[in-house]
Nanobody, 124 residues
């Protein structure tokens, strides 16, 4: 089993940047595919980005392409989400999730392990 802890959220003005981190402990981190999801108030949880075991494959939601970038450092057991050109509609709780597989799925149901989330608020 793997434990996940997100950090790096906060309040930022539109157009600003934040970098979220997802730190993992437990089993071998490099054996887990990691994804980021987000949930805004009153909305369903949605996919943001995912990354394969060796970073060879990444997926980003259309709404964040060109602005957000997912990456990982297996030596540090950490996955990052660099968020640039933030918009008010990016405001949400951001969660990282993990699964013991090489396929970076984009659906939350495929991920059995979840962190507690970190709040990102973008002001206009």
């Amino acid at each position: 089993q793997v434990q996940l802890v997100e950090s790096g959220g906060g309040l930022v003005q539109a157009g600003g940047s934040l970098r979220l981190s997802c730190a993992a402990s437990g089993r071998t981190f490099s054996g887990y595919t990691i994804a980021w999801f987000r949930q805004a108030p009153g909305k369903e949880r949605g996919f943001v980005a995912s990354i394969s075991l060796t970073s060879a494959t990444t997926y980003h939601a259309d709404s964040v392409k060109g602005r957000f970038t997912i990456s990982r450092d297996n030596a540090k057991n950490t996955v990052y989400l660099q968020m640039n050109s933030l918009k008010p509609e990016d405001t949400a709780v951001y969660y990282c999730a993990a699964r013991a597989s090489g396929t970076p799925y984009i659906t939350g149901a495929e991920y059995p392990y979840w962190g507690q989330g970190t709040q990102v608020t973008v002001s206009s």
